[in-house]
């Protein structure tokens, strides 16, 4: 036992830290390569813008009896009851070039050459994107010009009135 009791005073061997682990070199990377940066390339077709809409204007059904009426009254060279029944379409559909056209040539048929191309000019600026009104609004524009001895407008009135700008 005597043994055991001096086993257990035995001292222990000192403590050594452990040695730092060999340093590992840092893997060495390529050098890094810089340019300015390529523009990305752009799709060399765009597709093309959709087509303007187009719409012809039409006469309600109030309106078209109307001008059905006023049409009659012109034939029979009542021109104030014509340009009345007009009036009253226009108060029912104020931005439609035909009915515009229409008290044109009423005017026309009067002999109104100065309020006819007015007319035609209201339904022009109103059919800018019909192109079917727009043409007929120039052509009243033209003869409204022509009554008037003034060759070289119309001429110009007409060409817009087939299309040529």
Known sequence: MALLAVAACAVPPPYRAPAPPAPVPAPTE??????????????????????????????????????SQAQIQLQSKNYPVAASSIERALRIEPANPLLWIELGKVRQA??????????????????????????????????SLRARGKNQEAQEATMKAQGVR
């Open 30 to 67: 390529p050098p890094v390569e810089t340019r300015p940066a390529q523009p990305q390339e752009q799709p060399t077709e765009q597709p093309p813008p959709p087509a303007p809409v187009v719409r012809e204007p039409v006469l309600s059904a109030a309106s078209k009896a109307l001008v």
């Open 110 to 143: 009067e002999g109104n050459y100065v309020q006819a191309e007015n007319m035609g000019r209201k339904a022009a600026a109103l059919s800018v994107n019909a192109p079917k009104a727009n043409s007929a609004a120039w052509s009243l524009i033209a003869e």
